[in-house]
């Protein structure tokens, strides 16, 4: 929200001049104007894997250490259409 008042302060056109994109996808981000882009994480899996990894690991099972990659959600808003 500071960034987007800093460039109205600027005149600076979103999206126009500039492209602006936030994380997480947070509840008020289609209340600005105008709409705020978001990256998306899966937050509900990621802490299920976790909690599930521990769970094996407290268990005794070694191997549930492992590399986990989650593709995160884009999603486009005015805030970076042109």
């Given at each position: 929200i500071g960034i987007m008042e800093a460039l109205r302060e600027k005149d600076i056109a979103m999206p126009g001049d500039i492209a602006l994109c936030g994380m997480d996808d947070i509840g008020f981000d289609t209340a600005l104007t105008p709409r705020l882009s978001s990256v998306k994480m899966r937050q509900a899996e990621i802490g299920k894997s976790?909690?599930?990894?521990l769970l094996s690991?407290?268990?005794?099972?070694?191997?549930?250490?492992?590399?986990?990659?989650?593709?995160?959600?884009?999603?486009?808003?005015?805030?970076?259409l042109k």
């Open positions: 976790a909690v599930d990894c690991r407290i268990n005794g099972d070694d191997s549930a250490a492992r590399k986990m990659i989650y593709e995160p959600e884009i999603i486009v808003r005015e805030s970076s």
